[in-house]
């Protein structure tokens, strides 16, 4: 079983800057992309910035330029910057790990509030 611990998050001015942090533990391949995605009161969860475990960014348009996102497939986290923060940003953030191979994980943790104040 694939546990997802993230931290990080919290109350921030337009503008600011968050870091999140998601640690991965079980078993699971490595070859893997980890990443975030967010959700807000009535959409649908979207992503935010995922990374494969060659090293692969890919990142939503809305965050391009702003965050940054980056992991470390020995200890199994990923991390992501935010700066330039804006109130639409506001949302739970999650942590996902998906593994392309059978037996497939598509793993989510608990989620983190972030909150952007204008």
């Known amino acids: 079983q694939v546990r997802l611990v993230e931290s990080g998050g919290g109350f921030v001015q337009a503008g600011g800057e968050l870091r999140l942090s998601c640690v991965a533990s079980?078993?699971?391949?490595?070859?893997?992309?980890m990443g975030w995605y967010r959700q807000t009161p009535g959409k649908q969860r979207e992503l935010v910035a995922t990374?494969?475990?060659?090293?692969?960014?890919t990142y939503a348009d809305s965050v391009k330029g702003r965050f940054a996102i980056s992991g470390d497939s020995i200890r199994n986290t990923v991390d992501l910057q935010m700066n330039g923060l804006k109130p639409e940003d506001t949302g739970v953030y999650f942590c996902?790990?998906?593994?392309?191979?059978?037996?497939?994980?598509?793993?989510w943790g608990q989620g983190t509030q972030v909150t952007v104040s204008s």
């Open positions: 079980g078993r699971f391949s490595s070859t893997n992309t």
């Open positions: 990374i494969t475990s060659s090293g692969n960014p």
């Open positions: 996902n790990l998906k593994t392309p191979f059978f037996p497939f994980i598509d793993s």
